[in-house]
């Protein structure tokens, strides 16, 4: 017990001191134009009729090869990346579903009230945040998305726009 005390301490120690940096670094890519292009757009969990889901939008008029994106719903947890080949184009949205089996596309997490929502770019072995959301709350059939496409502040939908223009 007391090792596990220690090495605990001693990572929490190094967690605060390096303001999180040694899991993921922030950074602006040249492959996004040097301009925060890819964002979260809008989530869903604790649905009664639906799976958990992540809706990602392309802001630019360039499409965007995914196969070296991932998401994860915390810091030490294991990435879920899309399948090589995943284009999102100009201007569209793309929607992950996250039911924790890994199916068909789905993510091998679920979305749970209190954790984050991170994308992540992999380049030579290096993580890099594009966007997060920390301590989501429930969305209880709604959802949480910017208010305008790609920017803004996140509000509560009391109907979901999943796959569509979160300002229609």
């Known amino acids: 017990m007391e090792f596990y005390l220690k090495k605990y301490s ?10 999180c940096s040694f899991f993921y670094e922030e950074k602006e890519f040249s492959f996004l134009q040097s ?11 604790n649905n009664t009729d ?9 802001s630019s008029e360039t499409a965007i090869d995914l196969s070296r994106i991932s998401l994860n719903d915390d810091l030490l947890g294991e ?26 596309g789905s ?18 072995g290096k993580d890099y945040v594009i966007d997060r959301i920390d301590d989501i709350p429930d969305t ?11 920017g803004g502040i996140y509000k509560y939908f009391e109907e979901h726009t999943m796959g ?4 229609s």
């Open 35 to 45: 301009q925060k292009v890819l964002f979260i757009n809008e989530y869903s969990n």
């Open 79 to 104: 990435k879920w990346t899309f399948p090589s080949g995943s284009i999102i184009p100009g201007k569209s949205f793309e929607v992950v579903i996250c039911d924790g089996k890994e199916e068909n």
């Open 140 to 150: 209880y059939n709604g959802s949480y998305g910017l208010e305008i496409d790609g």
């Open 107 to 124: 993510t091998d997490f679920k979305l749970k009230m209190g954790e984050s929502i991170i994308l992540i770019y992999t380049d030579s």
């Open 10 to 19: 001693l990572l929490f120690f190094v967690f605060i001191i390096s303001g």
């Open 50 to 58: 639906e799976d958990d889901w992540i809706e990602l939008y392309n």
């Open 164 to 167: 569509r223009s979160n300002e």
